[in-house]
């Protein structure tokens, strides 16, 4: 008698214990909107569908390398935004799901969204992100400082030149993906090529990458260190997406911000949403994107941002500019490891060259270093 109470109570704790396991809340990570209004706004759209999700809100320029750490410690949320760059590393660590298949989009109808923003979101043939907002990178310029964009590389020369002689600085301290997207802008104005028509080979190392690694040396010669030195009337020029635009326009209210095209280059900046294959909570995982998936446009309005839709409409008479080079825009090559090119190699042969290394021997030194990590689930 005993032992059947035993064994009866163990069974009902067994039973308990699979519906807690069951009922384990959806995790969502999202970019931190610009307002806690907004904030507010997304976190009650998110629980009206599913009462128990919890949602966290990450600084937009964290937002890659928080995931990607989380997920790598087996301990990553559920459904969370990234940038569509980041989606090649992580689909080929097996980190995000492949959600070619498996996403219902019977509600949300493909060919709705913009091909470049589904682009951006592929990986060899297959669908690792649902995209939700695109803006593009763009010139910023800071009328209290320069009148104009300056919309050529010798324009913007000559510019930084007589700023530094009044003791004013050229840029603000950029990123190194910043820095490497304005060489590579740099590049294409002389003619060359960041990669070869197949995407198999590095084409910078050539005379124009060279002109163009020394270019970027003298034009961030007189660089401010800070990250902010825009919006505080300590640098005359930065890179900016729209979005970036607002809330340093929020954050310094007097500070009036132009933007430009970057000079032949432009690049789509792609959020998405993807998922985590390590979820405990699939299908109210998948049920969760599906529903943001539905409400991009509303996300949004909140997020002050573009819809990755086709049908792009400038958000202020000051973004009407801005939005056809968004619906021109391409994403970034989909290559396993193109980001570490962009973030650690190419800086580096700026910073080199900086020091008096030769061009060539720079660009020819992060060329021999890149290669190896980026070929690897090369799209064919």
């Given at each position: 008698m005993v032992m059947c109470v035993v064994l009866?109570?163990?069974?009902?704790?067994?039973?308990?214990?699979?519906?807690?396991?069951?009922?384990?809340s959806p995790r969502v990570w999202?970019?931190?909107?610009?307002?806690?209004?907004?904030?507010?706004?997304?976190?009650?759209?998110?629980?009206?569908?599913?009462?128990?999700?919890?949602?966290?809100?990450?600084?937009?320029?964290?937002?890659?390398?928080?995931?990607?750490?989380?997920?790598?410690?087996?301990?990553?949320?559920d459904v969370f935004m990234l940038h569509a760059d980041a989606i090649p590393d992580l689909a080929e660590k097996e980190m995000i799901n492949d959600l070619s298949t498996r996403l219902r989009t019977g509600r949300v109808k493909s060919d709705e969204l913009s091909e470049a923003a589904r682009r951006a979101c592929l990986y060899q043939g297959k669908t690792w992100g649902v995209p939700m907002f695109v803006d593009v990178y763009m010139l910023a310029c800071n009328?209290?400082?320069?009148?104009?964009?300056?919309?050529?590389?010798?324009?913007?020369?000559?510019?930084?030149?007589?700023?530094?002689?009044?003791?004013?600085?050229?840029?603000?301290?950029?990123?190194?993906?910043?820095?490497?997207?304005?060489?590579?802008?740099?590049?294409?104005?002389?003619?060359?090529?960041?990669?070869?028509?197949?995407?198999?080979?590095?084409?910078?190392?050539?005379?124009?990458?060279?002109?163009?690694?020394?270019?970027?040396?003298?034009?961030?010669?007189?660089?401010?260190?800070?990250?902010n030195a825009l919006g505080e009337g300590e640098a005359a020029f930065s890179i900016y997406t729209a979005m970036e635009r607002r809330i340093t326009s929020e954050k310094y209210a007097d500070t009036e911000i132009a933007l430009g095209p970057l000079f032949?280059?432009?690049?789509?900046?792609?959020?998405?949403?993807?998922?985590?294959?390590?979820?405990?909570?699939?299908?109210?995982?998948?049920?969760?994107?599906?529903?943001?998936?539905?409400?991009?446009?509303?996300?949004?309005?909140?997020?002050?941002?573009?819809?990755?839709?086709?049908?792009?409409?400038?958000?202020?008479?000051?973004d009407r500019e801005v939005a056809p080079h968004i619906t021109q825009a391409r994403p970034q090559p989909d290559l396993c490891g193109y980001e570490s090119l962009l973030d650690v190699f190419l800086p580096a042969a700026l910073t080199k060259a900086s020091k008096g290394v030769n061009a060539a021997d720079a660009l020819k030194e992060a060329a021999d270093s890149a290669s190896s990590v980026i070929w690897p689930g090369k799209r064919e």
């Amino acid at each position: 008698m005993v032992m059947c109470v035993v064994l009866c109570a163990l069974a009902l704790f067994s039973v308990s214990a699979c519906n807690r396991k069951e009922k384990t809340s959806p995790r969502v990570w999202l970019i931190a909107p610009q307002s806690m209004g907004a904030e507010q706004e997304i976190r009650a759209l998110v629980e009206g569908y599913d009462s128990e999700a919890t949602v966290s809100f990450v600084p937009v320029e964290e937002i890659d390398t928080r995931v990607a750490a989380a997920l790598k410690q087996k301990n990553g949320p559920d459904v969370f935004m990234l940038h569509a760059d980041a989606i090649p590393d992580l689909a080929e660590k097996e980190m995000i799901n492949d959600l070619s298949t498996r996403l219902r989009t019977g509600r949300v109808k493909s060919d709705e969204l913009s091909e470049a923003a589904r682009r951006a979101c592929l990986y060899q043939g297959k669908t690792w992100g649902v995209p939700m907002f695109v803006d593009v990178y763009m010139l910023a310029c800071n009328r209290e400082l320069v009148s104009t964009v300056p919309e050529t590389i010798e324009a913007l020369k000559e510019t930084c030149a007589a700023l530094e002689e009044k003791g004013v600085a050229s840029f603000e301290k950029l990123s190194p993906h910043k820095q490497s997207l304005f060489y590579e802008a740099v590049v294409k104005s002389y003619g060359g090529e960041m990669l070869n028509g197949r995407n198999t080979e590095l084409a910078f190392v050539s005379e124009a990458g060279k002109n163009a690694l020394d270019d970027c040396v003298e034009i961030f010669r007189n660089s401010a260190n800070g990250e902010n030195a825009l919006g505080e009337g300590e640098a005359a020029f930065s890179i900016y997406t729209a979005m970036e635009r607002r809330i340093t326009s929020e954050k310094y209210a007097d500070t009036e911000i132009a933007l430009g095209p970057l000079f032949g280059l432009e690049r789509l900046q792609t959020v998405a949403l993807a998922t985590n294959p390590d979820s405990k909570v699939q299908s109210r995982m998948f049920g969760v994107l599906e529903f943001l998936q539905e409400n991009t446009e509303k996300l949004a309005a909140l997020y002050k941002t573009y819809a990755a839709r086709e049908d792009i409409k400038p958000l202020t008479a000051e973004d009407r500019e801005v939005a056809p080079h968004i619906t021109q825009a391409r994403p970034q090559p989909d290559l396993c490891g193109y980001e570490s090119l962009l973030d650690v190699f190419l800086p580096a042969a700026l910073t080199k060259a900086s020091k008096g290394v030769n061009a060539a021997d720079a660009l020819k030194e992060a060329a021999d270093s890149a290669s190896s990590v980026i070929w690897p689930g090369k799209r064919e």
